[in-house]
């Protein structure tokens, strides 16, 4: 099945810091997009990258995709407390028409502490 | 900027009850979307609705679970006779003039029943 697939599932680290998340999936996508969630709240969405792009830019967010290794990254640069949260990455896929279904992993806890 | 909005925040239900969950998209947006996910584990794609009917449903969506777009604006999920296991966060999602563009989900309603 077409799941994207974090790692590390927890990641721990000071303010200041980067923080790298990864995702993996198994099947040719059209598109690939990280969502934050805040514990009890729903899913923000963060950037949205196409499978003809290699890397996108949203302030201190970095994203890159290799359609190739079916992987991408989530880079949060010059981290802070409030950026404390679950990250998930999801996949359409170019199978058929599926009209905008997403496949979601079970996300990276990312925890910054001041 | 816009929002999807969610009501209940919280919904508590006796087993066997029906229960609607509603949604109002965002107003422009045209793909409508139901997700859940439950208690530590992954989000999961329950359903999508665009030009007033169905366009995909997961095996998740049985013949218990029902969704309609009653008035234009309003977006509703029922589950007929709920089960124990339907106790979960259940999101909805709009997406813009194409399902290939972000999803904007709403706060969720936690559905728990007893």
């Known amino acids: 099945s077409q799941q994207g697939e974090e790692d590390p599932q927890a990641l721990s680290i000071q303010e200041g810091e980067n923080a790298t998340m990864n995702c993996s999936y198994k099947?040719?996508?059209?598109?690939l997009q990280w969502y934050r969630q805040n514990s009890g709240r729903g899913l923000v969405h963060l950037i949205l990258?196409?499978?003809?792009?290699r890397e996108k830019h949203s302030g201190r967010l970095r994203v890159t995709l290799d359609t190739s290794k079916k992987s991408s990254s989530l880079l949060i640069t010059a981290s802070r407390a409030a950026d404390t949260a679950s990250y998930f990455c999801?996949?359409?896929?170019?199978?058929?028409?599926?009209?905008?279904?997403?496949?979601f992993g079970r996300g990276t806890q990312l925890t910054v502490w001041p | 900027e816009p929002e999807v909005t969610q009501t209940p925040s919280h919904q508590v239900t006796q087993m066997g009850q029906e229960v609607i969950l509603r949604c109002v998209p965002i107003?422009?947006?045209?793909?409508f979307y139901w997700y859940r996910q439950i208690l530590g584990q992954k989000v999961e794609f329950l359903v999508s609705?665009?030009?007033?009917?169905?366009?995909?449903k997961s095996e998740i969506f049985d013949d218990q679970f029902s969704v309609e777009r009653p008035d234009g604006s309003n977006f509703t999920l029922k589950i007929r006779s709920t089960k124990l296991e339907d106790s979960a966060m259940y999101f909805c999602?709009?997406?813009?003039?194409?399902?290939?563009?972000?999803?904007?989900f709403g706060d969720g309603t936690r559905l728990s029943i007893l």
């Open positions: 609705f665009y030009n007033n009917e169905i366009s995909e």
């Open positions: 107003s422009n947006h045209l793909y």
């Open positions: 099947t040719s996508i059209n598109n």
């Open positions: 999602a709009s997406g813009g003039q194409a399902s290939n563009q972000p999803q904007h």
């Open positions: 990258i196409r499978s003809n792009e």
């Open positions: 999801a996949t359409d896929t170019d199978r058929g028409s599926t009209l905008g279904r997403l496949y």
